[in-house]
């Protein structure tokens, strides 16, 4: 069965940095696009990166610059370095891998930034 667990989350003062972890049970992750989304309250989840398995990245235009996906196949584990965090950047965020058609997510990790 697989399984993606979050952590990393917290508050943290805007400009600050967060790191995000994923780890990923279950299955062998390196074959997968993994993608980290977020859902602020009151509004859809949305896409914040993904990384194939080659290591293309891909951001939202509002995190470009300030935040950076990466992998460990070996840890089979997905990160999100968050740097210069805006009160915007408030949400619950989800990493999120595709396979065979099923789609599997984390329960999420809350991620707060005061003004």
């Known amino acids: 069965q697989v399984q993606l667990v979050e952590s990393g989350g917290g508050l943290v003062q805007a400009g600050g940095s967060l790191r995000l972890s994923c780890a990923a049970s279950?299955?062998?992750?390196?074959?997968?696009?993994m993608g980290w989304y977020r859902q602020a309250p009151g509004k859809q989840r949305e896409l914040v990166a993904t990384i194939t398995s080659g290591g293309r990245t891909n951001y939202a235009d509002s995190v470009k610059d300030r935040f950076t996906i990466s992998r460990d196949n070996a840890k089979s584990t997905l990160y999100l370095q968050m740097n210069s965090l805006k009160p915007e950047d408030t949400a619950v965020y989800y990493c999120?891998?595709?396979?065979?058609?099923?789609?599997?997510w984390g329960q999420g990790t809350q991620v707060t930034v005061s003004s």
């Open positions: 279950g299955t062998i992750i390196s074959i997968y696009t």
């Open positions: 999120k891998i595709i396979i065979s058609g099923a789609i599997y």
